[in-house]
């Protein structure tokens, strides 16, 4: 039997509980501790899970083979650099860092002690995605003409730093990189991008925006998203995809299927899949830590998305058009 890889969670929020939920699911990781500097809900996700609080971060390195950055972009630097100095692999929530000095600062770190690194761009873990992709791989739905894609809902209430945008990026960095990431990767190299944002909030910049990806293939990919909608609203995430021969639709609403409809008007659906795509890209990883190769989702690859939602975000605000004649994916 493998070994199971030991994993502590940094932040007990969110995406802290998500990737707790996540974990219990697969049979390559455990959960054995968690951090936050909230005391109180570390306890919880503890509890919940009878695994350890750590005093602290130090604390938690001598129990784990592999941590679990849930906490926000701004502040992940100094816990990359003490995990790596301690030979611990390093799993990082998306974005890769909020600045590109940032994430020089990263790529040093883990190039000087030679820890394996993954980026939680979790959308390509997502069944429903990969399905999408394996179907437009296939020619499933002939040559791709048009992606259309919505994210959004209230801004994250769970914690203030979002709405500060030095902080967090705003929607694009935060939210949008998301579509940005998946499909400058399953249907790119980008071409061309510009990107447009609104302020609906007056305590915050950009809480809504669309981005525009012209694709090497022609393809176009409509990309929005949105923190405006009031809290009580849920959250949204739909797709349709077009090609010369078929359609692809999905919604996280209602049943939740994947439809694919071809130009005789069959439909063919694909129910909802109940696997954690959270537990799926920490099995990934755990899987790299025990065979030794390098994940897909690796720092490059965080890096391009963080470079594309950077450029989005100042075309944005700078009414900019941009254009590439190299691979931007």
């Given at each position: 039997?493998n070994?199971?890889?030991?994993?502590?969670?940094?932040?007990?929020?969110?995406?802290?509980?998500?990737?707790?939920?996540?974990?219990?699911?697969?049979?390559?990781?455990?959960?054995?501790?968690?951090?936050?500097?909230?005391?109180?809900?570390?306890?919880?996700?503890?509890?919940?899970?009878?695994?350890?609080?750590?005093?602290?971060?130090?604390?938690?390195?001598?129990?784990?083979?592999?941590?679990?950055?849930?906490?926000?972009?701004?502040?992940?630097?100094?816990?990359?650099?003490?995990?790596?100095?301690?030979?611990?692999?390093?799993?990082?929530?998306?974005?890769?860092?909020?600045?590109?000095k940032d994430?020089?600062?990263?790529r040093?770190?883990?190039?000087?002690?030679?820890?394996?690194?993954m980026?939680?761009?979790?959308?390509?873990?997502f069944?429903?995605?990969?399905?999408?992709?394996?179907?437009?791989?296939?020619?499933?739905?002939?040559?791709?003409?048009?992606?259309?894609?919505?994210?959004?809902?209230?801004?994250?209430?769970?914690?203030?730093?979002?709405?500060?945008?030095?902080?967090?990026?705003g929607?694009i960095?935060?939210?949008a990189?998301?579509?940005?990431?998946?499909?400058?990767?399953?249907?790119?190299?980008?071409?061309?991008?510009?990107?447009?944002?609104?302020?609906?909030?007056?305590?915050?910049?950009?809480?809504?925006?669309?981005?525009?990806?012209?694709?090497?293939?022609?393809a176009?990919?409509?990309?929005?998203?949105?923190?405006?909608?009031?809290?009580?609203?849920?959250?949204?995430?739909?797709?349709?995809?077009?090609?010369?021969?078929?359609?692809?639709?999905?919604s996280?609403?209602?049943?939740?299927?994947?439809?694919?409809?071809?130009?005789?008007?069959?439909?063919?659906?694909?129910?909802?899949?109940?696997?954690?795509?959270?537990?799926?890209?920490?099995?990934?990883?755990?899987?790299?830590?025990?065979?030794?190769?390098?994940?897909?989702?690796?720092?490059e690859?965080?890096?391009?998305?963080?470079?594309?939602?950077?450029?989005?975000?100042?075309?944005?605000?700078?009414?900019?058009?941009?254009?590439?004649?190299?691979?931007?994916?």
């Amino acid at each position: 039997m493998n070994k199971m890889v030991k994993f502590g969670i940094v932040g007990a929020g969110f995406i802290g509980k998500m990737h707790a939920e996540g974990i219990v699911q697969i049979k390559n990781a455990e959960l054995v501790s968690v951090y936050d500097k909230d005391m109180d809900s570390a306890n919880r996700l503890a509890e919940k899970y009878s695994i350890k609080v750590a005093r602290n971060f130090e604390d938690m390195l001598s129990m784990i083979d592999a941590v679990i950055l849930a906490i926000p972009t701004f502040v992940r630097l100094r816990y990359i650099e003490e995990a790596a100095k301690a030979g611990i692999h390093i799993f990082s929530e998306k974005p890769l860092a909020r600045t590109l000095k940032d994430a020089e600062e990263i790529r040093k770190i883990i190039e000087k002690y030679d820890v394996k690194f993954m980026v939680g761009h979790v959308v390509r873990y997502f069944k429903e995605f990969q399905k999408m992709k394996e179907l437009i791989d296939k020619g499933e739905i002939g040559d791709l003409c048009m992606i259309r894609t919505f994210r959004g809902g209230s801004i994250p209430q769970w914690s203030s730093w979002f709405r500060d945008f030095e902080s967090s990026g705003g929607v694009i960095l935060d939210l949008a990189i998301h579509d940005m990431d998946f499909w400058s990767w399953a249907a790119g190299p980008v071409k061309k991008l510009k990107a447009h944002s609104i302020s609906f909030s007056r305590d915050m910049k950009m809480d809504h925006c669309v981005v525009i990806m012209e694709m090497s293939n022609g393809a176009l990919a409509h990309i929005e998203g949105s923190w405006a909608y009031p809290s009580t609203h849920p959250f949204i995430f739909e797709v349709e995809v077009v090609g010369t021969r078929g359609v692809l639709r999905y919604s996280n609403l209602g049943s939740a299927s994947l439809i694919l409809s071809n130009k005789r008007g069959d439909n063919q659906i694909y129910s909802p899949m109940n696997i954690s795509p959270y537990g799926m890209e920490v099995s990934d990883f755990a899987e790299c830590i025990e065979t030794g190769r390098y994940p897909e989702l690796d720092y490059e690859e965080g890096l391009k998305a963080l470079k594309l939602a950077l450029l989005a975000v100042d075309s944005a605000k700078n009414d900019k058009i941009y254009e590439f004649g190299g691979d931007m994916r």
